[in-house]
């Protein structure tokens, strides 16, 4: 199985709550080492720039509103198959599909406010990455 890394965010609903543990024991648990973590407050133009895929889709502006809302914290996951795991830890995007155990259908508001990010191939989780850590701040 290949190594890889994967660019997570904890985001604002989850932040607000006091989640990022509990959140961070799930990825643990799963066999996911978190190898770089910050907590940052994005701009609306930081958070647009990360969301520029999803620019034409009616939910962009409350997407970038609400993860511009509060601090989020952004961290790099690695292990084997690191991508599809920490989707699988993830759940479904709509926390109402999402399966039981998984951190969306645990903590998750709605649809919107749905506790976390992951990256969604090896293309998009080095460019996330490289959007939010320099090279030195990546430990192995
Ligand atoms: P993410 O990118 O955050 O890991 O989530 P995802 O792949 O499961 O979902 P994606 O389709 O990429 O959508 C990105 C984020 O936009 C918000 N969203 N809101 N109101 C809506 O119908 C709606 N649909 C998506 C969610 O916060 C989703 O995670
Ligand atoms: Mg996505």
């Known amino acids: 199985m290949a190594t890889e890394r994967t660019l997570s965010i904890i985001k604002p609903d989850a932040t607000n709550r006091n989640l990022t543990g509990k959140i961070n024991a799930k990825f643990e648990d799963a066999g996911l080492r978190i190898v770089a973590q910050k907590r940052i407050k994005l701009s609306m133009e930081q958070a647009g720039k990360f969301y520029e895929v999803h620019k034409e889709r009616p939910f962009y502006g409350e997407l970038c509103e609400f993860m511009a809302s509060a601090p ?45 990010h992951g990256s969604d191939a090896p293309e998009t989780a080095a460019q996330e990455i490289a959007f939010f850590f320099s090279g030195l701040e990546l430990v192995g």
């Open 72 to 116: 989020v914290v952004v961290q790099v996951l690695e292990g084997d198959n690191a991508i599809a795991k920490n989707r699988e830890v993830m759940g479904a995007t709509n926390p109402a599909n999402a399966e039981p155990g998984t951190i969306r259908k645990e903590f998750a508001l709605s649809v919107g406010e749905n506790s976390v």
